[in-house]
């Protein structure tokens, strides 16, 4: 048996995801079997040996291209922006995981932006029971006010159970089962919601009731408000502040570490200190254009709280 872990990426985010990967190798144990499999639309044959490199006898590396037809559904409008500034399809290839591979009932699915400090084969052996997947709280945005009104007010969730969708382990055959992918394109193309975070609201939503919230070291994020985990398991460098944009970050040792056996650390490190003042600024104020969009979604009448009012099915 293999323990199927699956990345979306575009081919720019190459050498991120080259850091993820090489640290997944590096704490895999050869006593398991490992299918690494990489989703894509548009990565480059270069990019595909680069990254087939890292497989060695018990890590195997694959690639998969997500046809256009699949995703045609799912359109470049402002509500499926990524952080309300800018679309990438990538985000939603999560989603399809399970009928796409049908030979899997359970799989690990995690972002580029993140290295792996522990064997991934522990997340892979949690129970999911009847639960639809399993995640962390999402930790980035707990102390973020219009976030959790949003999450509150629009979504009509509970911040605290609000989970970060760049870490899942899915109950793929509870996806098949109940037909998933079918209830996500309904509610997209009935409702067109517009979100802040699109494929994760869409999950938190769909799979509210039947999530497993795993131990924060899981998916541990840098947060300028709280201390680190000691014991990370998985670090995610999400939002804005990443390793390669700004200096002292949370757990960028851990990121530094891993790059630095990776044929993209000169290219990395000149990306670190070629970057701007003015850029880091930039990158701290979409934040705030991010959060705009929390007054425009609570007075949409097609928001999730108003359909879940009128009676519509939501959760799965």
Known sequence: MTIPVFYSISDDFTKYAAVSLNSLVKNASPQNDYTVTFLNQDLSEKHQKQLAAFANDYVHVKFFHIDEKLVKPIQNRKENYLRADFFTMSIFYRLFIPDLFPQYDKAIYIDSDTVVVDDIAKLYNNDLDNKLFAACTDSSIQYVDKMVKYIKEVLALDPKKYINSGMLVLNSKAFRDEHFIDH??????????????????????????RILHLDPRWDAMPNENTE???????????????PWHFKDVQYDAY??????????????????????????????AKLD?????????????????QVKRKGERVKL
């Open 228 to 242: 680190p985990i000691s014991k990370p398991g998985l670090i995610h460098y999400n939002l804005f502040f990443k």
């Open 255 to 284: 990121f530094w570490k891993y790059a630095s056996s990776t044929p993209f650390y000169e290219e990395l490190k000149g990306e670190l200190d070629n970057y701007t003042d003015q850029e880091r600024a930039e990158d701290r």
């Open 289 to 305: 254009h991010m959060l705009e969009k929390e007054a425009s979604t609570a007075l949409d009448p097609n928001n999730w709280a």
């Open 184 to 209: 996500f394109m309904h509610l997209l193309e009935q409702y067109h919601f517009d979100c802040i975070a699109p494929d994760q609201d869409y999950l938190n939503e769909i799979g509210d009731g």
